[in-house]
T-cell receptor, first 115, second 117 residues
Framework: NAGVTQTPKFRVLKTGQSMTLLCAQDMNHEYMYWYRQDPGMGLRLIHY???????AKGEVPDGYNVSRLKKQNFLLGLESAAPSQTSVYFC??????????????FGAGSRLTVL | AQKITQTQPGMFVQEKEAVTLDCTYD???????LFWYKQPSSGEMIFLIYQGSYDQQNATEGRYSLNFQKARKSANLVISASQLGDSAMYFCAMREGLDNAGNMLTFGGGTRLMVKP
């Protein structure tokens, strides 16, 4: 069981380049999230989705776009990368409406460096 | 204002001893959930324990327990009998609102725990 898979795991970009991070989950989860983690800090939410075809802004959405065309995939795009977007990006998912702990399942992270 | 505060950037504990990692939170929503995650040096986020705001008893999961003091708005993680493999970053997180909504987690800044042999 793969869980949450992020690709690529590492990427180096030049300022102004664009790229897309792919998150795929095979658990039939409704909710998906993109977080970023900067050195020595906790995770901050970029965007999230509560279902196929829906997305919403999180805490730090500027400079990013997302799409959820298929339930199992959640894409994070950087249209014009900036050095401030150097970070580790985590995708996470969870099922809808499960009572008790709605525990997030995280991917392994994608380390992005913008030069 | 910070919603989740972890005041200990780093801590040492002797192997086999217990350690408490502090977490305070701020919310006006009566429905919320508190989570602890572990992040080892390999980078993945591992769920440890959960406490709901209406839960009457403190949560426990093996060697992990959550000391939930609602009036103080604190949710400290207690690790008993520390092991070398417990060395990692630990994050406290909170979900505000009902469990069945698409509510996101807000994370604290983390505490780095180092277990000494």
């Amino acid at each position: 069981n793969a869980g949450v898979t992020q690709t690529p795991k590492f990427r180096v970009l030049k300022t102004g380049q664009s790229m897309t991070l792919l998150c795929a989950q095979d658990m039939n989860h409704e909710y998906m999230y993109w977080y970023r983690q900067d050195p020595g800090m906790g995770l901050r939410l970029i965007h999230y989705s509560v279902g196929e075809g829906t997305t919403a802004k999180g805490e730090v959405p500027d400079g990013y776009n997302v799409s959820r065309l298929k339930k199992q995939n959640f894409l994070l795009g950087l249209e014009s990368a900036a050095p401030s977007q150097t970070s580790v990006y985590f995708c996470a998912s969870r099922p809808k409406g499960r009572p008790g702990a709605n525990v997030l399942t995280f991917g392994a992270g994608s380390r992005l460096t913008v030069l | 204002a910070q919603k989740i505060t972890q005041t200990q950037p780093g801590m040492f504990v002797q192997e086999k001893e217990a350690v408490t990692l502090d977490c305070t939170y701020d919310t006006s929503d009566p429905s919320y959930g508190l989570f602890w995650y572990k992040q080892p040096s390999s980078g993945e986020m591992i769920f440890l324990i959960y406490q709901g705001s209406y839960d009457q008893q403190n949560a426990t999961e093996g060697r992990y327990s959550l000391n939930f003091q609602k009036a103080r708005k604190s949710a400290n993680l207690v690790i008993s009998a520390s092991q070398l493999g417990d060395s990692a970053m630990y994050f406290c997180a909170m979900r505000e609102g009902l469990d069945n909504a698409g509510n996101m987690l807000t994370f604290g800044g983390g505490t780095r725990l180092m277990v000494k042999p």
